[in-house]
């Protein structure tokens, strides 16, 4: 069945760039996401990416998608104390059901 | 619109009771969602509906769990004679149509069984 790897931990400090890295096993994957979940809340859309494109940038976020790779990263730039939280990346092929990774905690030090 | 309820935000229950939870999605949203999740993993899917049709299901929806939607609008998920490894967050979530520009969650409801 398809699988969303993703690293556990990363620890940054306030003001550098964050880099959290997911692969897929899907090659059927049409949408890729990132979500954010903060302690004791549900999920946020950060950002998604479409298959055919390799990157999208929002404001301090940009995803790159390597796709003969199954390879797909979230670079937060000037990370700050509030981007401490985990991030999940997801996958979707059929356009209904997302498959989630199990998630990458992110602290920033001050 | 607040975004998607769910109702309650915790529960504690104990083992072999049957519990019922409740999702109200965003109100022009047709598709929802319900995911679990457990402590360290990412949310697995359970099932989901457009409008009241229950249109897929996980086989981890075992046939103690049990869902319905049954106006198209708020969903209930059932759980019966609960376990101890159906502790987990329940997440449901709602999109318009395909999820092509991903879901909203709303902030899950916490079982607990002792």
């Known amino acids: 069945g398809e699988d969303v790897e993703q690293s556990l931990f990363l620890s940054v400090r306030e003001g550098d760039s964050s880099v959290i890295n997911c692969t897929y096993t899907?090659?059927?994957?049409?949408?890729l996401y990132w979500y954010k979940q903060e302690p004791g809340a549900g999920l946020q859309l950060l950002t998604y990416?479409?298959?055919?494109?390799d990157m999208k940038q929002d404001q301090r976020l940009t995803v790159l998608l390597n796709k003969k790779d199954k390879h797909l990263s979230l670079r937060i730039a000037d990370t700050q104390t509030g981007d401490s939280a985990i991030y999940f990346c997801?996958?979707?092929?059929?356009?209904?059901?997302?498959?989630f990774g199990k998630g990458t905690m992110l602290l920033v030090s001050p | 619109d607040t975004g998607v309820s769910q109702d309650p935000r915790h529960k504690i229950t104990k083992r072999g009771q049957n519990v019922t939870f409740r999702c109200d999605p965003i109100?022009?949203?047709?598709?929802l969602y319900w995911y679990r999740q457990t402590l360290g993993q990412g949310p697995e899917f359970l099932t989901y509906?457009?409008?009241?049709?229950?249109?897929?299901k996980s086989r981890l929806l075992s046939d103690r769990f049990s869902a319905e939607r049954p106006k198209g609008s708020f969903s209930t998920l059932e759980i019966q004679r609960t376990e101890q490894g159906d502790s987990a967050m329940y997440l449901c979530?709602?999109?318009?149509?395909?999820?092509?520009?991903?879901?909203?969650f709303g902030s899950g409801t916490r079982l607990t069984v002792v």
């Open positions: 899907d090659s059927s994957s049409t949408y």
């Open positions: 109100s022009e949203h047709n598709r």
């Open positions: 509906f457009q409008n009241e049709a229950q249109l897929e």
């Open positions: 979530a709602s999109s318009l149509g395909a999820t092509l520009d991903g879901y909203t």
């Open positions: 997801a996958e979707t092929s059929g356009y209904s059901t997302l498959t």
């Open positions: 990416i479409f298959s055919n494109m």
